[in-house]
């Protein structure tokens, strides 16, 4: 049986894919289960789709994990998502050194509990002399906290005379966001049926190729992935010209 694994070209793989992980709760709540057993079985996607694109050599995956507007949900809810990231995040350290992934995250970080933070930050150092895939966690993101950062940081640096308005351009901007060592995704993925961005990336997918599955992200696999690059690979991209 032929597999989509097979028919990606790997001389035209997309550089940086994102992905809006999305419905986790309606998941578990289809099976009778509670919402935190979507977020838990969520964690084999996490883990399953970052060892696929790592396989077939993606140099960015950056996944939604939490958005700024998600500190509004039920604080037991909240709770148990941090917890599931301290959890993975101390258990998968030793995979992705394994696999050569480094991780790296965006976001407002000092929003995370202490201790999230800190075993988020031992991750991101134990794997940063990795060299394959880079796997982006966004956490406590949102696209518009991103930009209104940036502009507090331009405008601070043009009063203290570092910068001068005239330089300010898209390059520039570029290098304000959380994002600024990172390529633009080339490819964004959003499961389970939700047609929307819900505040991701807003700046950086200004010319992404957006692909919507109706598969929750507990169901989202390793096969699922390669499909949706397939389905990449089938487009032609403009770019306006
Ligand atoms: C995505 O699943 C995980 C997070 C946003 C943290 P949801 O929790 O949004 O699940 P649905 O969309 O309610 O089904
Ligand atoms: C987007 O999903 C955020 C993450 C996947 C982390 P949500 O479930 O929070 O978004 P809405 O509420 O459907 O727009
Ligand atoms: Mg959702």
């Known amino acids: 049986m032929s597999t989509f694994k097979d028919k990606i070209d790997i001389s035209r793989l997309p550089k940086h894919i994102a992905i809006i992980m999305d419905g986790n709760g309606r998941w578990a709540k289809e099976r009778g289960y509670d919402r935190i057993y979507?977020?838990?079985?969520?964690v084999i996607s996490v883990r399953e789709v970052t060892e696929a694109a790592a396989e077939i050599g993606i140099e960015y995956l950056t996944l939604y994990a939490f958005s700024t507007e998600n500190w509004g949900r039920p604080q037991h809810e909240v709770d148990a998502l941090m917890e599931l990231l301290i959890d993975t995040?101390?258990?998968?350290?030793?995979?992705?050194?394994?696999n050569n992934i480094s991780l790296m995250a965006i976001g407002d970080l000092?929003?995370?509990p202490l201790e999230a933070g800190k075993k988020l930050n031992k991750c991101i150092d134990q794997t940063s002399s990795n060299t394959g895939l880079n796997l982006v966690l966004a956490l406590s993101y949102s696209s518009r906290w991103?930009?209104?950062n940036a502009l507090k940081n331009i405008s601070t640096d043009i009063i203290q005379g570092k910068l001068s308005q005239n330089q300010i351009n898209?390059?520039?901007?570029?290098?304000y966001l959380t994002t600024k060592s990172i390529p633009d995704p080339d490819l964004l993925i959003r499961t389970?049926?939700?047609l929307r961005i819900s505040n991701f990336l807003l700046w950086q997918i200004a010319y992404s190729e957006l692909y919507f599955t109706n598969t929750h992200w507990p169901d989202f696999r390793k096969e699922s992935l390669y499909e949706a690059i397939c389905d990449f690979q089938n487009r032609e991209r403009r770019f306006g010209k």
């Open 192 to 194: 389970s049926g939700e």
């Open 38 to 42: 979507g977020h838990q079985n969520g």
């Open 110 to 112: 000092s929003r995370l």
């Open 170 to 175: 898209d390059e520039l901007i570029a290098s």
């Open 146 to 148: 991103e930009i209104t």
């Open 89 to 98: 995040i101390e258990k998968e350290t030793p995979t992705l050194n394994k």
